[in-house]
């Protein structure tokens, strides 16, 4: 029996608005359906597309395919008024899946699926747009379409080397849930109080306790999480130097990701990127120039404190942590091996990056409305990004989890 798609609980608005977004800078992974519809409408025909095929091998001995890309990182297929030529001449159930998913997204629960957007679209991460409601039964089609909706998936660990079932799994996931949506603190409090129980989490002695005790103790955990801010909010400490250079590493990481970032498969670009990783890690003089629109800065003003920013600079990246949480993706999709914990860590480590690179790209000026937008399509797209999602970066987060930072990254980067 298939189970239940249905959206979140909380609005969540989107239409297209041919803004081009998705079309720069995504790789386009195409299915064999794919391939044979696109073969069927004869693009290679096209004197344009004469010696430019409009799909190219993922490497030279391999079988998966995409679709290309130009010099400046756009689609074949994108049009200059931001709309797609696929989906202008056959329609857009012509498009490749993932072009007709984006900016959909499906997160297995343990018998119903979520239906939820990604917030790497302007568009959904601004809330501009009908209800996914509104659209649910076209969702509900493309899932039945390329997804197995019978067979409930296997919950994740609720913290490293301790798996238990979906009723725990749950109740984890709708505490932090809880802790993040609490709407009597300031977002930054929220994310420290659910760093301070994932830090409880782990540190308590598990193992032993039945289901029922587990799911009590993160009861009387969650309640006691806000006290275990101690004096962050009155010291603000920095983080600890080799906590600061994981974390930059990081950082650069997202800024690549960033819309309108080039890069080019060259030695020169190689070398560029290499001396550049070099400079994250020492951390001192100017930032290496990684992308068109970020403008001179040294690390030390990255550091500094952003001020007060207005409720239209940051609901975006609130709203983003909201959503996030009450879908469960951030544990649910994209990190197969990683527990929940250590999903709800990488989740957190968002807004210090969110708002270091807000720093950056503001260098030159104050913060604006429109800087946002497009750090929150960074920010989601680092969620799938196969980098950011393995057992490298899973490391990192584990020693930075080790050395204490998460917390203190959140309160010195939300100065």
């Known amino acids: 029996m298939a189970s239940p798609i249905k959206p979140l609980p909380v609005i969540e608005r989107w239409d297209c608005h041919q803004c081009g977004a998705c079309c720069r800078g995504t790789m386009v992974p195409l299915s064999a359906d794919d391939l044979t519809h696109l073969k069927a409408q004869r693009w290679e025909e096209r004197p344009e597309f004469q010696g430019t095929p409009p799909v190219v091998r993922d490497s030279w001995f391999g079988h998966n395919y995409h679709l290309a890309q130009r010099d400046d990182g756009s689609c074949v297929f994108l049009m200059t008024d931001g709309s797609c030529r696929i989906h202008r001449e056959f329609g857009g159930d012509a498009k490749p899946f993932v072009c007709r998913m984006l900016p959909l997204q499906i997160v297995p629960r343990a018998n119903f699926f979520y239906v939820t957007l990604r917030r790497a679209c302007p568009s959904a991460a601004t809330d501009k747009g009908r209800t996914v409601g509104e659209q649910l039964e076209a969702a509900r089609a493309l899932v039945r379409e390329n997804y197995r909706t019978d067979a409930a998936p296997r919950p994740p660990a609720i913290k490293p080397g301790e798996f238990r079932g979906w009723s725990v799994a749950r109740t984890l996931l709708q505490t932090f849930e809880r802790l993040l949506t609490d709407e009597r603190y300031p977002p930054i409090r929220r994310l420290v109080h659910a760093l301070a129980l994932a830090r409880l989490v782990e540190a308590a002695r598990t193992k032993s306790l039945t289901d029922e005790q587990l799911q009590e103790l993160f009861a009387v955990l969650e309640r006691g999480a806000p006290d275990e801010t ?59 120039r990684m992308h068109p629109l ?3 800065a040294t690390f030390e003003q990255l550091e500094q404190p952003l001020g007060a920013l207005g409720a239209d600079i940051m609901n975006p990246l609130t709203r983003m942590f909201e959503t996030t949480a009450v879908s469960g993706s951030y544990a649910l999709a994209n990190r197969g091996a990683w527990s929940i914990v250590e999903s709800l860590r990488m989740l957190a480590i968002l807004y210090p990056v969110g708002l270091w690179m807000l720093r950056w790209i503001s260098a030159d000026r104050t913060p604006q409305v429109a800087d946002m937008p497009e750090i929150i399509a960074a920010l989601d797209r680092g969620q799938g990004f196969a980098p950011l999602a393995g057992y490298k970066q ?9 050395l204490g930072d998460f917390e203190r990254m959140v309160v010195w980067y939300g100065r």
């Open 230 to 288: 101690g004096d962050l909010f009155s010291n603000r400490p920095a983080p600890s130097r080799s906590g600061a250079v994981i974390f930059r590493q990081i950082a650069a990481e997202f800024v690549r990701l960033h819309p309108r970032f080039q890069t080019r498969p060259s030695w020169g670009e190689r070398w560029q990127l290499m001396w550049a990783a070099w400079r994250f890690v020492r951390g001192g003089g100017k930032v290496p």
């Open 294 to 296: 970020y403008p001179e």
């Open 394 to 402: 899973r490391r990192r987060i584990q020693i930075l989890a080790q």
